[in-house]
């Protein structure tokens, strides 16, 4: 689906597209979870969207899309794996999926979000690992607001540009890895410093 086409999706369906396009990533949607995300910045740079609703609709498209994935993961399991097994091409995506589990733990959550296809199926196998749904959404939420806000302000900037701006970033998507990890980091020590202080004052 072209640039432009989802411009008229999302002209036709106002915020909702983004919602559901994003949304439906779960199922395989054609189209890069990247290049929706661009596009929904793009549209409020033109003044097709207002930002926040947009930017709000866009994050919850993202990580409603990724929990549903865990949810099924983790209730249904074997079945949903047995299931993507058999589909073409996604054997590959699931061994990639656990070497990073295997080697990064529940970093692998940061990290399955500069892979396509693997973002998806991350958080099945975590889910299916019995990750704790806390744990999974502190990881998860947190990166994916940093990676849609990532992502809608390359949107805002690249405007009808975004097919480059894709060819961009998956020259240099890797590379952007220090954003989350930077977040995260700082969200953490954040974390740890506020239960201090609230030790201390106890």
């Given at each position: 689906?072209?640039?432009?086409?989802?411009?008229?999706?999302?002209?036709?369906?106002?915020?909702a597209?983004?919602?559901?396009?994003?949304?439906?990533?779960?199922?395989?949607?054609?189209v890069?979870?990247?290049?929706?995300?661009?596009?929904?910045?793009?549209?409020?740079?033109?003044?097709?969207?207002?930002?926040?609703?947009?930017?709000?609709?866009?994050?919850?498209?993202v990580?409603?899309?990724?929990?549903?994935?865990?949810?099924?993961?983790?209730?249904?399991?074997?079945?949903?794996?047995?299931?993507?097994r058999?589909?073409?091409?996604?054997?590959?995506?699931?061994?990639?999926?656990?070497?990073?589990?295997?080697?990064?733990?529940?970093?692998?959550?940061?990290?399955?979000?500069?892979?396509?296809?693997?973002?998806?199926?991350?958080?099945?196998?975590?889910?299916?690992?019995?990750?704790?749904?806390?744990?999974?959404?502190?990881?998860?939420?947190?990166?994916g607001?940093?990676?849609?806000?990532?992502?809608?302000t390359?949107?805002?900037?690249?405007?009808?540009?975004?097919?480059?701006?894709?060819?961009?970033?998956?020259?240099?998507?890797?590379?952007?890895?220090?954003?989350?990890?930077?977040?995260?980091?700082?969200?953490?020590?954040?974390?740890?410093?506020?239960k201090?202080?609230?030790?201390?004052?106890a």
């Amino acid at each position: 689906m072209s640039y432009d086409a989802l411009l008229d999706m999302i002209g036709q369906y106002g915020y909702a597209a983004l919602f559901f396009l994003l949304w439906l990533g779960i199922v395989g949607m054609p189209v890069p979870d990247e290049v929706i995300v661009m596009t929904g910045g793009a549209a409020t740079s033109s003044g097709l969207l207002h930002w926040l609703p947009a930017f709000l609709l866009t994050y919850l498209g993202v990580i409603s899309g990724l929990s549903l994935g865990y949810g099924l993961g983790r209730f249904i399991g074997t079945p949903i794996l047995n299931k993507l097994r058999k589909k073409k091409n996604m054997d590959k995506y699931l061994r990639t999926s656990e070497r990073l589990i295997d080697k990064y733990g529940s970093f692998a959550l940061v990290i399955s979000y500069f892979f396509p296809v693997v973002r998806h199926v991350v958080p099945y196998i975590v889910g299916f690992n019995q990750m704790t749904f806390r744990r999974y959404a502190l990881i998860s939420y947190t990166t994916g607001l940093i990676w849609t806000l990532l992502f809608f302000t390359v949107g805002q900037f690249a405007g009808g540009h975004v097919d480059e701006a894709m060819t961009m970033v998956h020259h240099y998507g890797l590379r952007l890895l220090w954003v989350p990890c930077v977040a995260l980091a700082a969200f953490a020590a954040a974390k740890f410093a506020l239960k201090l202080k609230r030790r201390g004052s106890a």
